[in-house]
C-alpha cells in the first residue's frame, strides 16, 4: 500500500502559479489511478484532475481545465498537479490519492483507497 504525501502548497496571489508534487513511497501494481482532490472550508471533497501512471489520457474538472496540468514522473513516484492562473476559489487544502489498476481514472472520492494528508492552497492578495 503507498503512502503518499503532498508537498508545494502555500499563499499566492490570484493570476499566480503553483505547482504540488505528491510523493508515494512504493508503487507495487501495474499501474494506479491517481488523483488530486480539494476541499475548501464548509465544502465537500471535489474531484480536481486525475490520471493514470501508466501514462493515458488525464481527466479535469469543469473549473480546472485550461489552467491546472497534472503528470507523473515514474521514476521519482511523484506525480505534479501545476496550477496557474490561480484564482480565489482554488483555495481549499488539496489531497492526492491513489487506487490500483482502476481504468478510467475517475475524479469520485469513493474510488480511492489511499490518500496523502493535504497541503493548504490558499490564493489571497
Known amino acids: 500500500q503507498p503512502q503518499l504525501v503532498e508537498s508545494g502548497g502555500g499563499l499566492v496571489q490570484p493570476g499566480g502559479s503553483l505547482r504540488l508534487s505528491c510523493v508515494a513511497d512504493?508503487?507495487?501494481?501495474?499501474?494506479?489511478?491517481i488523483a488530486w482532490f480539494r476541499q475548501a472550508p464548509g465544502k465537500e471533497r471535489a474531484g480536481v484532475s486525475c490520471?493514470?501512471?501508466?501514462?493515458?489520457?488525464?481527466s479535469y474538472a469543469d473549473s480546472v481545465k485550461g489552467r491546472f496540468t497534472i503528470s507523473g514522473d515514474n521514476a521519482k513516484n511523484t506525480v505534479y498537479l501545476q496550477m496557474d492562473n490561480l484564482k480565489p476559489e482554488d483555495t481549499a487544502v488539496y489531497y492526492c490519492?491513489?487506487?490500483?489498476?482502476?481504468?478510467?481514472?475517475?475524479?469520485?472520492?469513493?474510488?480511492?483507497?489511499?490518500w496523502g494528508r493535504g497541503t493548504q492552497v490558499t490564493v489571497s492578495s
Open positions: 512504493t508503487f507495487t501494481a501495474a499501474y494506479y489511478a
Open positions: 490519492a491513489a487506487i490500483p489498476l482502476l481504468y478510467p481514472c475517475s475524479l469520485q472520492a469513493y474510488k480511492y483507497n489511499y
Open positions: 490520471f493514470i501512471t501508466s501514462g493515458e489520457g488525464a
